[in-house]
């Protein structure tokens, strides 16, 4: 059966066919929205679709779902399945017939439901295949979702948590045998949390993985956006690391740092860690003794924890690394900063490393005065940044927040970093670069910090080469 499903959300048939016809070479299979449809009690030409893709074709109708004869139309025009929507009190009894060609399917956008009675009458239904989607809203629900996946281990089961809060299980999902993957159109999400099908192969290789000895993720909120995954992901599979790399977002980061170091069923074995929370996860990495590298402690922050085979936490800060990396060669006179946060004192750390002249500028210059007077390091407002003329500067405000930057004409001379990747930020230096400006963004910044974190994660696992593994995802 296909692996990874494209669901096309589009408001005409005319729209819906030029995606298919876009993307088709991306998926296994095509999922047509039939309810996303402006004219959608229309009568839908499925021929039309059937033409424009040869891979396997699914019908699906939310909000009240197919009728009897429009699914019976589907299947007759060559498509290989309908899904069918589970709904309390719905008679399902007129698609007896359909089952073996049709996707029983069961979705929760509030909540996590008791699974297991809900899976133990789906999976004997006699429909070709099950799909489950709960909307988790901790870390420890989104877990057990992958442990009701391992635990079941039907080969015809879907099962993934939706929404920002549930991205851990819908990635790692496939790695534990979740047999469809479904992924959208890109910028076309047709569901909370769905992911593009540009992420799938970076995510999940080609799904011939062993299942995953060690997980890890990044830990943010919000962390949605991070790219982590792809970078962390495809180097697994580079170097055949037996292990696989999600998100966590969530407001305690308490939760998911204490099921690390217990080392929980399914919880990561080691975290990157995103705003808002590299200062108290250095807080808590000293509270449990955990051995932390020297540029951590001189910055005061940590991006990077993870438990070691010996069950002792290591704590460190590559942020540091991810700046250096970037930085122009030779010596650094004057350099600013721009920021408060964590990643605002990796920054002053690699500078001072240089030998340049630091200046801070914070919305909240009391956040980061301390810190900086210890690394000798000035601290200013915000708005006396227009006047700052240098070799470096450095943006490590979160997010898409924009920040009134100098003339590019005093700029000319000077490298601009962003740390951020975000779209707004990236047009931003975009316009630096046409003003000749040499700027570079958060993406090269990430990945140099990856680099030297997915080189501790790894270092991590237990590898013993030349080792045949069986603990394979089971067949699709």
């Known amino acids: ?39 959608s009690g229309s009568a839908v030409d ?34 290989d399945l309908i899904d069918l929507e589970l709904e309390t009190g719905k008679d399902l009894s007129p698609f007896d017939d359909l089952l073996p060609r049709s996707i029983l399917s069961f979705h929760d956008f509030a909540g996590v439901p008791d699974l297991a009675p809900l899976l133990h009458s789906m999976l004997r239904s006699g429909a070709a295949h099950v799909k489950v989607a709960v909307t988790p809203s901790t870390f420890d629900e989104d877990r057990r979702l992958l442990a009701t996946l391992q635990g079941v281990n039907a080969w015809n089961l879907t099962l993934f948590g939706m929404g920002s809060r549930g991205l851990y299980s819908r990635i790692l999902a496939p790695f534990f045998g979740s047999e469809l993957t479904f992924v959208s159109v890109p910028g076309r999400p047709a ?35 991070s790219l982590s995954p792809a970078i962390h992901n495809a180097r697994f599979r580079a170097a055949g690391a037996p292990a696989a790399y999600s998100i966590i ?14 080392g929980d069923e399914l919880a990561p074995r080691g975290i990157s860690i995103t705003a808002p929370f590299k200062e108290e996860a250095f807080a808590f990495a000293r509270r449990h003794g955990a051995t932390i ?90 708005e006396e940044l227009r006047a700052f003329r240098g070799d470096v500067l450095v943006n490590t405000v979160s997010g898409d927040a924009l920040v009134e930057m100098p003339d590019p004409e ?61 603990r394979k995802v089971h067949s699709r």
């Open 46 to 79: 499925f021929d039309s679709f059937r033409r424009a893709f040869s891979g396997t074709l699914i019908a699906t109708r939310r909000g009240g779902g197919m009728a009897p004869g429009e699914a019976r139309r589907a299947i007759a025009a060559g498509f």
């Open 410 to 470: 005093a700029l000319r001379g000077c490298r601009v970093i962003d740390v951020s990747y975000a779209a707004g930020r990236l047009a931003k230096l975009a316009e630096l670069r046409d003003a000749g400006v040499e700027a570079i963004g958060g993406i090269e910044v990430l990945e140099a910090q990856a680099d030297a974190q997915n080189e501790l994660f790894i270092g991590s696992l237990e590898m013993r080469p030349g080792v045949e593994r069986d």
């Open 293 to 382: 590298s020297s540029r951590a402690s001189a910055c005061g922050s940590i991006n990077t924890l993870m438990r070691t085979p010996d069950a002792k936490l290591l704590a460190d800060n590559t942020d540091v690394e991810g700046i250096s990396r970037n930085l122009p060669d030779g010596s650094l006179a004057a350099s600013a900063v721009i920021g408060s946060g964590g990643t605002s004192r990796a920054a002053i750390l690699a500078l001072r490393e240089r030998g340049s002249a630091v200046t801070v500028f914070a919305r909240r210059p009391d956040r980061i005065a301390e810190f900086a007077s210890l690394r000798g390091a000035k601290v200013r407002s915000l």
């Open 1 to 39: 059966m296909a692996r990874i499903v494209l669901t096309v959300h589009e408001e005409t048939p005319e729209e819906a066919l030029a995606q298919i016809r876009a993307w088709s070479e991306t998926a296994d299979a095509v999922e047509l929205r039939l309810d996303a449809f402006a004219d």
């Open 249 to 262: 977002e969530t407001e305690s980061f308490q939760e998911v740092a204490e099921a690390l170091m217990r």
């Open 191 to 225: 569901a909370p949390g769905q992911l593009s099908v540009e992420r799938a192969a970076v995510l999940w290789g080609d799904g011939s993985q062993d299942i995953p000895e060690a997980l890890f993720a990044v830990v943010g909120n919000p962390a949605a956006h």
